[in-house]
């Protein structure tokens, strides 16, 4: 599914237990991988938030796809706890197709920024899930003209700038916010997931036949819990991701319909299967 949010524009798909990845050719990068859907291998960075195959699985295929066509090899950032594994995975697989395929496999931890352009950077933020998870909220950094200087003219902002004074200040915006497979504390421990321009959000569940207390054990989101924290949003968009197979679109758009208020459903994009 092709989704134009927030100035991205962007391949999605995603499906519980199956597979996600993002594309988003604007900045050369993937969130996950998934099986490597069609396209994915165009993107020379990515991003991956955990291990679990539907989001990883299309690993050695992507970077030995980026071999066959030619480009430069990847650079793969993932949870530092992963990184011995997922290196075994790809010297395997190199193995067993006797080349020398590589990648730049890179383990992160939260806090750690990622450089994805002149201004723009993927920030890492933990996110709670069955297994180490981290989150990636892609950034712009710009600097801008201090605000008590915008009433001088230029000419005295200049003569200030020579004689070595700092003019202009940071300005950081979180214009996109992944945090993968997660719980719903998320919401409150990572400050971006609700101030970023464009959210994407797992909602596994629905319904009465998987509670909200066992997508939690499960480690993922319920409906009902963003019901709960429908204030709380405060994006432009919010993309409602990861839907268990179980459900059909008729069941999801009721649901949504039924619990979530008009202020957030006004700025909802549902991504669905196909």
Known sequence: MRLSAGGFEIEATSV??????????????????????????????????????DHAAGLAYYVSMRGLMGAPPPRVFCP???HPALSTILEAWSTLQADTKRCDLVGVQPGDEIPLGKTAFARVFRSPHRISTVGYTLCTRVKKLRPDL????????????????????????????????????????????????????????????VTPERARRNG???????????????????????????????????????????????????????
Do not use: W
């Open 80 to 82: 530092a706890s992963a």
């Open 220 to 274: 993922h989101i319920h409906i009902d819990q963003i019901a709960e924290r429908a204030h709380m949003f405060a994006n432009e968009v919010v993309v409602l991701t990861h839907f268990s197979r179980r459900y059909h679109r008729e069941e999801i758009e009721a649901e949504v319909a039924e619990k979530l208020p008009a202020g957030l459903r006004d700025r909802l994009v549902l991504l669905f299967e196909g």
């Open 16 to 53: 519980g237990g199956v597979e996600t990845c993002y594309q988003l050719p604007q900045l050369g990068v993937c969130l996950d991988i998934g099986r490597c859907p069609d396209g994915a291998e165009r993107q020379g960075t990515l991003l991956l938030t955990h291990a679990h195959i």
């Open 150 to 209: 915008a009433a001088e003219p230029q000419a005295a902002i200049a003569d200030r700038a020579r004689a070595g004074e700092v003019v202009t200040e940071e300005h950081i915006t979180p214009q996109l916010c992944f945090p993968g497979d997660t719980l719903i504390d998320v919401l409150e421990s990572e400050p971006t997931v609700t101030t970023s321009r464009v959210l994407l959000l797992e909602c596994t569940f629905f319904g009465t036949k």
